[in-house]
Structures are given as structure tokens and as C-alpha cells.
């Protein structure tokens, strides 16, 4: 579990789409579902990895989040990966968000990260949208 969690919080700090902070200041909206935010680096971490250690990252975590071992993430794979790392940037910060709307980033994370829109999540998929080029 530690393992996971470390290896989530360098994917989270190696991600520029991972950069973004969901949480918003009182006056500012939730982001939507179709152009999700997503959670910040931890405070003092590099801005942005090479895209090859998202691969690295993804290719290290994907078994753990692929329960059925089919080789891609559906929707509530992908949620508990996405939950898993804004629970480890809601601890890094302090900062919470109900329920629902890590539940609504999530889904909308799965909308963008699925390019082919096949309904699941691959790995090429994971490591293009963690690196920036979806959404």
C-alpha cells in the first residue's frame, strides 16, 4: 500500500496533467466532468517528468489497479487509481473535497483519458493523458 502510494504521488508529481489542483477557492466552480481538474504536485515537487517515467510509473502501478488483469482499466479501475491520487494530494495539502466531487473528477478524468472511446482505459491511453496530451 505505501509502495502504491509513493509510486501515485511521483505519477501525481511526474503528470502535468496530474499539476492542476481541483480544489477551488470559494468563489471559483467545481471543474467539469468533460474537462476534469487535476490534483497538484506536492508543494516544493518538479514542475514535470519526461514522459517516459509516466510510463515507467504506469507500467509499475496498472497491475495493481487491473483487477481483472484484462490489460486495461474500466471505469471503476481507472476511478480508484484517479481517488488514490487525490487522496494522497488531499493529504499532501491538507485541502479536502467532498465525495462527490472526487467521484465527479474521477469519472470526467475516464472521459478524457479514454481516447478511443471504447469504454476502458490502456496503458498508452493512461501514459498520454497523464503526460498532457489528452483532455
Do not use: C, H
Given at each position: 500500500m505505501?509502495?502504491?502510494?509513493?509510486c501515485?504521488t511521483?505519477?501525481?508529481?511526474?503528470?502535468?496533467?496530474?499539476?492542476q489542483?481541483?480544489?477551488?477557492?470559494?468563489?471559483?466552480?467545481?471543474a467539469?466532468?468533460?474537462?476534469?481538474?487535476?490534483?497538484?504536485?506536492?508543494?516544493?515537487?518538479?514542475?514535470?517528468?519526461?514522459?517516459?517515467s509516466?510510463?515507467?510509473?504506469?507500467?509499475?502501478?496498472?497491475?495493481?489497479?487491473?483487477?481483472?488483469?484484462?490489460g486495461?482499466?474500466?471505469?471503476?479501475e481507472f476511478?480508484?487509481?484517479m481517488?488514490?491520487?487525490?487522496?494522497q494530494?488531499?493529504?499532501?495539502?491538507?485541502?479536502?473535497?467532498?465525495?462527490?466531487q472526487?467521484?465527479?473528477w474521477a469519472?470526467?478524468?475516464?472521459?478524457s483519458?479514454?481516447?478511443d472511446?471504447?469504454?476502458?482505459?490502456?496503458?498508452?491511453?493512461?501514459?498520454?493523458?497523464?503526460?498532457g496530451?489528452?483532455?
Open positions: 505505501i509502495r502504491i502510494l509513493l501515485s511521483a505519477l501525481a508529481v511526474a503528470a502535468p496533467a496530474l499539476a489542483s481541483t480544489t477551488a477557492a470559494p468563489a471559483q466552480e467545481p467539469s466532468a468533460a474537462q476534469p481538474a487535476a490534483p497538484a504536485a506536492p508543494q516544493g515537487a518538479t514542475p514535470a517528468a519526461p514522459a517516459n509516466v510510463a515507467a510509473i504506469v507500467d509499475s502501478e496498472f497491475p495493481a489497479y487491473d483487477a481483472n488483469s484484462d486495461q482499466l474500466d471505469q471503476p476511478s480508484r487509481w481517488t488514490a491520487l487525490k487522496d494530494e488531499m493529504k499532501a495539502t491538507g485541502k479536502a473535497l467532498p465525495a462527490e472526487v467521484t465527479a469519472s470526467g478524468a475516464f472521459t483519458a479514454d481516447a472511446k471504447n469504454k476502458s482505459v490502456s496503458k498508452p491511453e493512461l501514459v498520454t493523458y497523464l503526460s496530451g489528452a483532455g
